[in-house]
């Protein structure tokens, strides 16, 4: 399995929480980057949050503006593993979240990642 694989999106009333989750194989976990994107109908997939890490310097988060404070990221190694905890959520975080892996360069731009799951859909009524 090289391909991420997410889960935890669903249906939620405005304010409320979800957790996604993605598990990707080893060899593209080591790639020292892992991170969140959305998309909706129509449009292209935004950035929403990354980790990024190495040995000298550790791990690296970023968040797009619109997301921070709400949302966290995070990692477990030993699971190869990615986590999105998003809280007051808005109708606006409405859209399907993919999990990305991989890649080089600028990490807000969805053409810089290698390896994409199939992608969870997120519903915030209002």
């Known amino acids: 399995q090289v391909q991420p694989v997410e889960s935890g999106g669903g249906l939620v009333q405005a304010g409320g929480s979800l957790r996604l989750s993605c598990a990707a194989s080893?060899?593209?976990?080591?790639?020292?980057?892992m991170g969140w994107f959305r998309q909706v109908p129509g449009k292209g997939r935004d950035f929403v949050a990354a980790?990024?890490?190495?040995?000298?310097?550790?791990?690296?988060?970023y968040y797009t503006d619109s997301v921070k404070g709400r949302f966290t990221i995070s990692r477990g190694v030993a699971e190869n593993t990615l986590t999105l905890q998003m809280k007051s959520l808005e109708p606006e975080d409405t859209a399907v979240y993919y999990c990305a892996t991989g890649g080089s360069g600028d990490f807000t731009i969805a053409t810089s990642w290698d390896y994409w799951g199939q992608g969870t859909q997120v519903t915030v009524s209002s």
């Open positions: 980790i990024l890490w190495n040995s000298w310097r550790g791990d690296r988060i």
């Open positions: 080893k060899s593209t976990f080591s790639a020292y980057r």
